[in-house]
């Protein structure tokens, strides 16, 4: 089997050894399931457009959440070191790494298709918004997700890499926020870097692939740091 598979199988297996899954899981879904029934029951809009609005916003604290302890950790116990040891490159740890956050952020998604059906059950649902949103949340997902796992290479606090992981993340959001204050020459280049306005074309239903190549740069690039950051051990 791929050492990248290895490594996130046991690391899939350590999430769930611990409470750490769970607890985030739970909190999840309890802050989108009420944020969900509070629209559907209050507003009394039955459909997925609040749901998927709200998830650029809260992944911001998922994904560091998952990932802060992947590499940080590893490193301030000195098992990094003892992996690193095995017959696997630096790349495949970081990659493996990526893998198990990734699907602890699926099972966390995965619940929430309770909410699709339920709106499924009062009504049309949309399908091809809805269809696009949860692509978006894939792709916008694993953004987040490679950028904790970047952050927690560069460390060995996990506490440090959650705010650093939670700060990139954050002026990527304002990004999309911001664009109107910027200079006309520049709007542009803010606009494209707002990770929140991509999953916004993806929502609706239409994937460019202006935006599936953003949020693969975005994926490379960070998965690259890391393994940069492991490797950078050998000239220390």
């Not at 909190?27 to 009394?44: A, H, K």
């Not at 664009?179 to 803010?190: C, I, T």
Request: with cysteine; proline share 4%; aromatic share 12%.
């Amino acid at each position: 089997m791929n050492p990248a598979l290895v490594i996130s199988r046991r690391e899939i297996r350590t999430y769930f050894n611990s409470p750490v899954a769970y607890i985030v899981v739970s909190v999840f879904t309890l802050i989108t399931g009420y944020l969900f029934f509070t629209q559907l029951f209050v507003e009394q809009q039955a459909d997925m457009r609040g749901f998927f609005g709200s998830m650029p916003l809260l992944f911001m604290f998922l994904a560091p959440a998952i990932t802060m302890r992947l590499l940080a950790d590893e490193k301030a116990s000195g098992t990094l070191e003892l992996l690193i040891t095995m017959p696997v490159r630096d790349w495949e740890v970081v990659l493996g790494k990526f893998l198990a956050a990734m699907a602890l952020l699926c099972t966390a998604l995965g619940l929430t298709l309770a909410f699709a059906i339920t709106v499924r059950a009062l009504g049309p649902l949309d399908r091809g918004p809805t269809i696009g949103g949860y692509v978006g949340l894939l792709l916008m997902g694993g953004a987040y997700v490679a950028i904790g796992v970047m952050c927690s290479a560069f460390t060995r606090n996990s506490i440090v890499a959650f705010i650093v992981a939670f700060a990139i993340s954050f002026a990527l959001f304002l990004f999309g926020h911001v664009v109107q204050f910027v200079p006309p020459a520049l709007q542009g280049l803010v606009a494209f870097l707002s990770i929140s306005q991509h999953f916004e074309n993806i929502s609706r239903g239409v994937i460019d692939t202006r935006d599936v190549i953003y949020y693969g740069s975005v994926i490379g690039v960070s998965l690259l740091l890391a393994t940069l950051s492991l490797e950078s051990r050998r000239w220390r």
